[in-house]
T-cell receptor, first 112, second 111 residues
């Protein structure tokens, strides 16, 4: 069983719409949750992190965490063509030395 | 503040050869992790070093090895290269148990 699962997509949304990216994890002991953005040919870049249940907003990005249901999501409001990238979800668990576990990523395309 | 630096950026090798990749972490970061990324498999964890000790290890054969020096710089070595080792190798650093920051990666092609 994979520790972190994401829909691979591709997910396509029109410019200006809300893009919703979802991630589920298997280890209930997971403590920290991250979203990375990776443009084609580039390395992953951290865009959001969340530690507590609820929502965390940063500009056009909102991370949502629900530990009871073991999912974390990323909402991108007013999507722009520059948001087109692969989004990687990652979690860490203390019982593995806070090792990062990554999902395989969701490819997002924002259509102008 | 300088980011994570990886060298070289590109490498072309032939089967059976060995290769060494280098990573300099962000100043003050004592943890360095290595990942292999391929289109079909996503990010696969190789190993993590902290204060010169291997802290975690992924499910890769013994041909993949690494080390960390006292200045936190790290090297990864792959011996007896196989075609399937062609991938983007990413290094990432962090403080004790905080956010992970990636370098630009080394694109390895094995012919």
């Amino acid at each position: 069983q994979k520790e972190v699962e994401q829909n691979s997509g591709p997910l396509s949304v029109p410019e200006g719409a809300i893009a919703s990216l979802n991630c589920t994890y298997s280890d209930r002991g997971s403590q920290s949750f991250f979203w990375y953005r990776q443009y084609s040919g580039k390395s992953p870049e951290l865009i959001m992190f969340i530690y507590s249940n609820g929502d965390k907003e940063d500009g056009r990005f909102t991370a949502q965490l629900n530990k009871a249901s073991q999912y974390v999501s990323l909402l991108i409001r007013d999507s722009q063509p520059s948001d087109s990238a692969t989004y990687l979800c990652a979690v860490t668990t203390s019982n593995t030395g806070n090792q990062f576990y990554f999902g395989t990523g969701t490819s997002l395309t924002v259509i102008p | 503040k300088a980011g994570v630096t990886q060298t070289p950026r590109y490498l072309i090798k032939t089967r059976g050869q060995q290769v060494t990749l280098s990573c300099s972490p962000i100043s003050g970061h004592r943890s360095v992790s290595w990942y292999q990324q391929t289109p079909g498999q996503g990010l696969q964890f190789l190993f993590e070093y902290f204060s010169e000790t291997q802290r975690n290890k992924g499910n890769f054969p013994g041909r993949f090895s690494g080390r960390q020096f006292s200045n936190s710089r790290s090297e990864m070595n792959v011996s007896t290269l196989e075609l399937g080792d062609s991938a983007l190798y990413l290094c990432a650093s962090r403080r004790e148990s905080e956010k992970l920051f990636f370098g630009s990666g080394t694109q390895l092609s094995v012919l």
